[in-house]
């Protein structure tokens, strides 16, 4: 059995962070959740969701005077997975119909206070969506990657029952054989893998194991999504390991293959780093899975971008090892007909967002270096936020060893990029890759580091939500900076005063105070 290799799980690691969460399919709205993704959605151009104007206090206080749930979004103008969301999900005539239901409310990470309530509701990706009951308890969060008829069927058992999920997984730990067929359906398509605030600490992979067994009784789907999440879970444990039979008869129903899609193609490796077998058994079961999910890629069930990543399993299994084999001609062949048809039926720049960034990652894994940059390069000329692709073609630049042009790649990307959050996010890459990539020239690492001070940019929210952690993780690295190369006058001096200026206009008792303080003693 090949091993993976140490590089290549670095790499995908930041293709995933540079993506966000995968995209979601295009689908037709389905009867039940275990018919996900059976027909395509055919969007009502006319029909729009009715977002709240006012602001998330007041959309809270109307859900509560009217007894309505809250469908909150929280998102990015420049997020692939987010425009994902919006060219199908949000398009979706049964969706927007029963968001009529609910008080809709659209949260985008640059607008004013966005990274407060994004503290308050712990968000840690782009998108986010969350259903509150109109005493605003979460009742759950909608994982990004499943089906249109996922998304309607679990708002409609939000809309059915308001209880909690933090409650319902209380209920799992104790008694899980006393959980209906709804409650197991708004588990089976919970945001696990973005968010586990609902989860006990130190909770056991375990559980959803159980619940796969569980939900056996009542639906094979529902069974199929929790006995993958043991697996991705199950993956960080040495000592455990899983029967892969039910995995096998996953890949074996098309049914349940294309309502797991965003488990098979996301996580190939946590997935098979956690099962048990022989080293023949287990390479015979990844390459059936690379080549049933990839012989499915062109399905009209599937996106164009989620298409596109039925390549996902086939290319990471084969760059597994450390004596990786040239790609067949006609896998090559293959993926550039898929990228360049991708390419040319997407039109409109919030569409292509998604699907370039997919095509351009597929590429990148399938080793079409200058395919991947030629798409790049092209669409930086189309996008509206630029910074984007910039940010890409800067970690492609990195893996080709030209060190010179990814560093100007950073630099653009952060001078072109727009919004109070994305600035801090995009000046933190930039600040971070520095670090890493010129560690010898203080010079440019001290310019780099005080960017962010030049007045260019808001710093009203610096000190909460994403901003305040991309502010301490470069923090983290300009300190890490000084201690190896000793500079006569420390990095993490200059950029502390310029903390500190900003810490006096934060009040005394809010969080913000007490973040910005722990900058100031971070290497005491």
Known sequence: MKTISASLAIALFILLSLSGCEQTATSEQATSAEAVELIPVKAVEEAKIEWFE?????????????????FLYWGAVWCPPCIEIKQTVFKSQQFIAQTKLFVPVYLDGDTERAQIYGEKFVTKVY????????????????????????????????????????DLVETALEDPSSLTESDLQRLAYYSWYDNEIALPEDTSPELFNTLSQVAAEHSPTLSARFYLQYLVMLSGEESTKADPAQLRAILESPELMFACWDYLTSYPQPIM??????????????????????????????????????????????????????????????VREDGKAADEK??????????????????????????????????????????????????????????????????????????????????????????????????????????????????????IGFNFRNIEKTAMALEKWDEENQPEEPVLNGFKEGIAGLCDKQSADSPEWANCQSLLVADE
């Not at 006012?54 to 809250?70: Q, T």
């Not at 259903?131 to 679990?154: D, M, W």
């Not at 996106?303 to 390549?311: D, V």
């Not at 910039?390 to 001078?415: N, P, T």
């Open 127 to 166: 998108p986010t969506m969350i259903v509150f009951n109109p005493a605003g308890e979460e009742i759950t969060r909608l994982h990004a990657g499943i089906g249109i008829s996922a998304y309607n069927t679990v708002l409609q058992l939000s809309l059915d029952s308001m209880r909690p999920t933090s």
């Open 346 to 463: 997407t039109s409109g720049t919030h569409s292509r967002q998604s699907v370039i960034n997919t095509v351009s990652g597929i590429y990148m894994k399938a080793g079409l270096t200058e395919d991947a940059r030629a798409l790049l390069l092209a669409e930086i000329e189309k996008s509206n936020t630029p910074y984007y692709f910039m940010s890409v073609l800067a970690y492609l630049e990195e893996e080709q060893g030209d060190i010179a042009l990814a560093l100007e790649w950073r630099k653009k990307a952060y001078e072109a990029s727009e919004g109070a959050a994305t600035r801090i996010r995009w000046w933190a890459r930039y600040v971070q890759s520095v670090v890493r990539m010129a560690p010898e020239n203080s010079e440019f690492v001290q310019q780099a580091a005080m960017a962010i001070f030049d007045g260019s940019q808001s710093l009203d929210d610096a000190f």
């Open 273 to 334: 780093a956690a099962l048990d077998g022989s080293e023949a058994e287990l390479e015979s079961l990844q390459n059936d899975w690379a080549t049933v999910v990839k012989e499915s890629r062109h399905d009209e069930r599937l996106s164009t971008a989620k298409q596109m990543n039925g390549w996902s399993p086939y290319l990471v299994f084969h760059s597994q090892g450390d004596e990786v084999q040239p790609l067949p001609e006609d896998v090559i062949a293959a």
């Open 54 to 70: 006012g602001s998330v206090d007041e959309a809270f206080a109307l859900a509560k005077a009217e007894n309505k749930p809250v």
